[in-house]
């Protein structure tokens, strides 16, 4: 059973990587909740794996700020610290505004074509107040732009800042964060570069205000969702 567990789709043995994916889907899921140890013994039965495995993927949700290591006392699930969520955007504004400089010298008008309809769903879906689902594609958008980069780098930098952004859903005007999204894919799509990094600078930082205000106002609760 653990065995089974333990494997991929075409059978074989689950990596580093996949561990460290379904370790994460399991905290966005709340099943360990902050504070909670993790168990490398009882990680790598689960899935199957060898500790050592466990061991490279909980470095690395270490490194995006899910669990945190305390001297002599083992790995934990991380308490979600604001200072640290607004920290993420201030980084995300300036990493994804290189990956959108970028997009335009790699994003087929197809890309554009897709992302234009992506942006129509996640503003339909929040008319709709299906919030999860909609904060969901959102953050599937801002990845597929930082993806058509063509940046392995780049792409492996933001990793870090979108998992934090993963308990963080700010309640903004739909049409507004619509007509955002809009506007950045244009500049793209008309290889605006300089407009492009401009407008999701000021789309990041509209949300990172957003969420600051929320904490001000003592309305925030920071929690993991998918």
């Not at 992506?118 to 594609?137: N, P, T, Y």
């Amino acid at each position: 059973m653990a065995g089974s567990r333990g494997k991929s789709k075409n059978g074989q043995p689950l990596g580093r990587h996949r561990v460290r994916e379904k370790i994460e889907q399991m905290i966005l899921n709340g099943e360990p909740q902050p504070g909670h140890r993790l168990l490398q013994q009882h990680l790598a039965k689960k899935f199957g794996v060898a500790q050592g495995i466990v061991r490279e993927a909980l470095l690395e949700l270490q490194a995006y700020g899910l669990v945190e290591a305390v001297d002599n006392r083992g790995v934990f699930v991380s308490q979600l610290n604001a200072d640290k969520l607004l920290e993420s955007f201030d980084v995300r504004e300036v990493l994804e505004g290189l990956a959108v400089r970028l997009c335009c010298e790699h994003t087929s008008r197809s890309d554009v074509r897709e992302l234009m309809d992506l942006a129509q769903e996640i503003h339909a879906l929040a008319e709709q107040k299906k919030f999860d689902r909609m904060a969901s594609l959102d953050r599937e958008m801002h990845q597929r732009l930082i993806q058509l980069s063509g940046n392995s780098m780049l792409v492996r930098l933001c990793e870090n800042c979108h998992a934090l952004g993963k308990t963080v859903r700010t309640e903004r005007d739909p049409t507004q964060v619509r007509d955002e999204h809009i506007a950045i894919l244009q500049a793209i799509d008309e290889r605006r570069a300089d407009d492009a990094e401009r407008l999701i600078r000021e789309h990041i930082r509209t949300g990172r205000n957003a969420l600051q205000k929320a904490m001000k106002d003592g309305v925030f609760v920071p929690k993991w969702v998918r």
